[in-house]
């Protein structure tokens, strides 16, 4: 039985946001800084017990999360690899840095553990309202991925592919969590090294008086030489040329946006993470992300017993939008059901990509409370 | 999965009181040997914020053989109430056929008469010398009361999860719940058998 | 006195379209050569120096500089020199930032940089004025001077960086003016030398937006007239407060060597794993 | 180093200075004045004193002050100069 094997690994009873410190340990996250709020500061906490344990961990706490995605950067350029974690309020500060971030192709990890609001809202209740937001945060065009999870040994894979795209594409990545998955306690596994990939950000390989920093290449994305490995690079968050030093020049303008749109649009597939569950011949299909993704589950195997053809897709990735994997079920004529703990972020975008074709009913909540299997159930009886 | 575990489909179970009494540490060590030297999937959940700090407190338990989806409980199988405030709260969302635990001192007025009950909080005053083994003395009743729960596997889990200093103690105050519920409940299968019937009967009186 | 510039040119990123985008006079090339001298003079290498800039005119200074520059966002720079010393302790982060830039969006910052002893030295280019954005009021701008922002006078007090800096914790303060080179190349080595925060505070005469608008005919006479303010520290000391009217104090006034935050950091990490090695 | 006349060299890049006329105010020995251009000419190259004061605060690097060859020549270091514009020139951007 495969039960065997899983035994070697080790079991951990532990929270979401615990598991998302277990993900980027194994990710390779040696620097973390931050600022304490409701409900993500377990994941700050237990980074200051382990990282100064981890071998070259550093950890701070900062003033506040302004500070504390600059920290996070600074490290990143250092060669470090850096995250902070924060909700709502703090994840409004951090926006300034994270277009920084986007600006300097700085790889680091930002964990938003959502909560009502705006403002200070709701901060022991959970809510979604962060998602468009992740998105379109900061000021100017930028690409950015925005990742999700719905239970606790998600928390845990994600944690890891957050820390690999950000290394991989040089952006920021920011994983959305809900109150109620950060602080649920779920048996996690952690995986064993042969069961996960990890990816560092790829260095120069030229010598320094060749190299050209912010120079597109064939993979899309320039390499990164840490500061103080001997390349004295500048980095700037004007608008800046290959060389990296600020220019106005309307072609160099264009080409460097371009650029930073064009390392993420090229690799879609990687990045686009989605799971199906009984789509097939789906009459019916809930979109769904976070811990509602949960409840949609359940609901879609209420419906089942009942003789409804109803499907899940669960989005993981939320940003690059999954565009393909939605319009393989609107093709097919599926009604979309969108339920969601914000006035409708995401059902934006699916409206977006299926431009009228077929019917799309969305769940909104936003009383501080999950959306409940029997909510879901109820409105996929109603399509 | 452990050999000798039972199938489970979406148990659940609220543990709930005022703050101090432990609860939540009571929820994070059942979860912890039910999740982990039992083998089920298991989901822990607790109040939090402001709602934990106007004195009560909560924790809950999803447990099933196989993956769980919705992570926090709907109906509640088994409700412990270590206090009134709690047990009049959550007393709705026990399922007809759920078990109603209570602590006699601190709950006197019950909302049915269908309830076990123990002085939790004397035993662990007078018997353990110590309030602060509360916890533990309910979860060896609890442990006696899950038909799945076995003993040994969550004795494992006070020792893993205890520091040593209070080890001992917690073990003694663990098995005194256990056999004051033992003693003063019955067999678990057969506390769930009354249960089942209870409830049947009620749906038949309410249809005659 | 010789090579003195020859050496400069050794530093200059000289494709950085020079002469650089300073105004006549302005003070900030002054500092910008003391820095350059006192990394030369301390022996250490382009590569291990890492200078941060904040926004504004001086944000400007890490362009021309072949250190690791990173031109930050404004008021930050300090968040960010804590990450990078962090990361890797053993870069010499030197943080340059003006005083809107230092004291106004980044007072907290500052503060928190300075009391939590972060091994990163921090100078502040203090002209009085936001510079680059046109000649608004900064929280330097002296009582009654005029600005953009304060057409008929400024009415708030002023923020004492050297006082400030101190109360906060800094390990090493220190104040000069950009007419007063010296003392700043030898407050520049001694804060770049030494362990934990060190602050040199140094006035930078911005004739352009501040000076024209505050009975300054020339930036020559912004310079003459800190040369009669400035005022030694000793002597200053030993001056009738009555009489110290409109002068202002320079030289050193906090030197510590307590450890930074990094290397209590460090230390303390490798006890918790010498514990852990031997449990 | 008591500071004597007539040992040094004085150059000033008119490429490079602004016209701030710092080194003309502050020059204890009056080696400098502003020209037509406004640019800073050396004027008076055998008076200067050798106190630094110029290379210091000249904000813009446009100044150095360089010893007096062997034959008292200022010659040999004017490729210094020279060095500098060259290098400049190698970068010169479109």
Redesign the interface.
Known sequence: MA?KARRKNK???ALGNEAVVEGALLAGCT?F?GYPI??SSEIMEVMAQKL??TEN??F?Q???E???????????????K?MTATSGPGFSLMQ??IG?ACMVEAPCVIVNVMRGGPSTGL??SPAQGDVQMARWGTHGDHPIIVLSAS??QECLEMTIVAFNFSEKYRVPVILLID???A?????ITIPSERDYEIFSRVLPSMPPEWFKPFEETTRGVPPMA?????????????THDPLG??TQRPDEVEEFTHRLFRKIDQHFADIVLTEEYETKDAEVAVVAYG?VA??A??AV?QAREQGIKAGLLHLKTLFPFPRAALEKLTRRGAAILVPEMNMGQISREVKRVNAGRVRVRTINRVDGQ?I???QILKNIGQM | ?NANSHELNRFELRLSGLGGQGIITLG?LL??GL??HHGY??????S????ARGGSSRADLVISSNP?????T?NVDLLVALSQEACNEYYGVLKPNGVLVIDTVMVTQTPTNRFLGAEFTNYAKDKMGNPLTLNTIVLGAITHLLPFAQPRLMRKALEENMPAKILELNKKAFNLGQREAKKRFGEAPEIWKKAAEYAEEEVIEALE | MSQVTQLIHQYL?HN?RFPHVYCPGCGHGIVLGSLVRSVHNLGLS???V?L?AGIGCSGRM??YV????????HG?A???????????P??TVICVMGDGDALSIGG??LI?AARRNIGVTALILNNNIYGMTGGQCSSTTPMGSRSMTTPYGQLENTFDIVELAKAAGANYVARSTAFHAKMMDAQISQALSRPGFSLVETFSPCHTQYGRKNQFRTVVDMYQDLKVRSTPLEKWNEMDPAKRGDKFPIGVFVERDEPG??ER?MA??EG??KK?ANA | MPPKKGQTCVFAYPDWCKGCGLCVAFCPAKVFELGPTGKVRVMHEEECINCGFCELHCPDFAIAVLPKGENGSCSADLHVAQEIRQKMKGYEKG
């Open positions: 039960q079991e951990l009873f620097f800084a409701t409900p100064p344990r961990g550093a701070i900062m003033e506040d302004i500070a504390s995605m600059g920290a996070v950067i600074g490290a990143s350029l250092a060669g470090r850096a300034e840095h920084y901060p022991t239970t606790v109150e109620i998955t602080h649920t306690r779920e048996k840490p500061i103080g490995s001997g390349y004295r690079i500048h980095v700037t968050g004007l030093y600020p811990s949960r409840s589950h359940l195997d999950i409940t299997p029997s | 999965m994070k979860g912890y999740a982990i999937y298991v989901t822990q959940t607790q939090y914020g402001p709602e769980i989806s919705y992570p926090k709907e | 990123r950085k382009k590569d291990e890492c941060v890490a362009v072949d250190f690791n520059t990173v031109h930050t966002t930050r300090l968040t960010f020199a804590t990450g990078i010393k962090l990361a890797n053993e870069l907290n910052h928190h935050l990094e950091y303390m990490a918790l794993r852990e």
